[in-house]
């Protein structure tokens, strides 16, 4: 429970003090997913199947372009197809990676989804 003495505080900054449990799952991915861009050859491969665009590229096709050896880009697919940046389709024996667009933009869109808050919360003017 909340002191009395900080009730009225509580309440005005309770976005910031208090996370749900579906914000805090947010978090975790959002976090899952920078933390594999972070990583110069994944995002090199992800920003190489962007350019590809929606239907993606063949697995040879990024190996080609961007010269990884094959079992080290099977390594930082299979990471990128874990925090779904990347899904994998088969066509007969060809494998293509496919960039996820609604997982960037879910990203994205996370990463600015409480812009500027603080200033209204902080705002002195409001502050009794």
């Known amino acids: 429970m909340v002191d009395s003495c900080c009730g009225s505080i509580y309440s005005r900054y309770k976005p910031i003090l208090l996370m749900e449990r579906s914000d805090q799952m947010e978090l975790e991915n959002a976090a899952k997913r920078c933390a594999e861009l972070g990583n110069a050859t994944r995002l090199s491969i992800f920003r190489l199947l962007v350019r590809a665009g929606k239907d993606g590229l063949p ?6 372009n961007l010269g990884i050896p094959g079992s080290t880009l099977s390594h930082h697919i299979q990471r990128l197809v874990h925090v779904g940046l990347v899904n994998q389709r088969r066509d007969s024996r060809v494998l293509y990676c496919e960039p996820q667009f ?3 933009r879910e ?3 996370y ?3 409480e812009c500027c808050s603080l200033q209204t919360q902080l705002d002195p003017k409001t502050v009794d």
């Open 107 to 109: 990203l994205a869109d």
């Open 59 to 64: 697995v040879g096709e990024i190996q080609r």
């Open 111 to 113: 990463l600015v989804s």
């Open 102 to 104: 609604e997982a960037v």
